[in-house]
């Protein structure tokens, strides 16, 4: 299967940064597009007439610092990654930007987390592949090292 645009799930983890790298690989083999996307939850409460969501931050430093490394790798191997931020749920705005942009493969990292936390806090991970309309090629944090 030939990948024209290949999607970068990147957060602030070592195993994102070895996806990102994969990705690169692959669109250079490819000729394809490489873009990250990158979700910030927009803060909400519980209201009287149900959740209500504030106005989301035009940008954060947290992601103009995701930017600045990523951007730095695909410089380094001489690829254009094209950066995009999205706010809210992580799993519904990754499968609305493959689909509105007709997204290949999505690359995600995928670091070990210990099972208290993940039964917690959810495994972003998890959502993005059930979620994903297109293929995921999943890399490990041992790769990241």
């Not at 969501?53 to 410089?75: C, F, H, N, W």
């Not at 997204?103 to 993005?128: H, I």
């Amino acid at each position: 299967m030939a990948y024209t645009r290949i999607l970068v799930w990147l957060d602030d983890s070592r195993s994102s940064i070895a996806a990102l790298r994969q990705a690169i690989g692959l669109a250079k083999e490819h000729g394809a597009e490489i873009h990250s996307l990158t979700v910030q939850a927009a803060p909400h409460y519980q209201g009287a007439f149900g959740d209500i969501m504030e106005a989301p931050p035009i940008s954060t430093g947290k992601y103009d610092r995701l930017v600045q490394a990523a951007r730095a790798v695909a410089q380094e191997a001489d690829i254009d990654l094209r950066p995009h931020l999205a706010f809210g749920s992580k799993g519904k705005a990754a499968k609305e930007f493959i689909e509105e942009n007709t997204v290949d493969l999505l690359v995600v990292g995928y670091a070990k987390t210990p099972p208290f936390c993940e039964w917690f806090a959810g495994s972003t991970f998890r959502r993005l592949v059930r979620l994903a309309p297109c293929p995921v090629l999943v890399v490990k944090q041992s790769l990241a090292r």
